[in-house]
Nanobody, 112 residues
Framework: QVHLAESGGGLVQPGESLRLSCTAS????????MSWYRQAPGKQRELVAIITPTDIVDYGDSVKGRFTISRDNAKNMVYLQMNNLKPDDTATYFCYVMGGYWGQGIQVTVSS
């Protein structure tokens, strides 16, 4: 059974950094795209970043230049390094693997 688990969220001040991790189990995800999405209260879920099996990446416009997605295929993990965080980055962040697999989500709050 496929399971995704996010970690690394929390409360930070504007300008600070966080690194989210997602551990995938139940399947070898090496051939799949892996992504991070986020959803703020009252807003639609939006794509934050995506990485292909060959490390091609793309980002949502609001995070370009601040966030970096990476993956470790040997560990079945995907990461999201978030720098220069802003209050608008406050949301629940979800790990997603192509094929319809979602993590349970983790809260990131950026506030002074």
């Amino acid at each position: 059974q496929v399971h995704l688990a996010e970690s690394g969220g929390g409360l930070v001040q504007p300008g600070e950094s966080l690194r989210l991790s997602c551990t995938a189990s139940g399947r070898n995800f090496i051939i799949y795209n892996m992504s991070w999405y986020r959803q703020a209260p009252g807003k639609q879920r939006e794509l934050v970043a995506i990485i292909t099996p060959t490390d091609i990446v793309d980002y949502g416009d609001s995070v370009k230049g601040r966030f970096t997605i990476s993956r470790d295929n040997a560990k079945n993990m995907v990461y999201l390094q978030m720098n220069n965080l802003k209050p608008d980055d406050t949301a629940t962040y979800f790990c997603y693997v192509m094929g319809g697999y979602w993590g349970q989500g983790i809260q990131v709050t950026v506030s002074s």
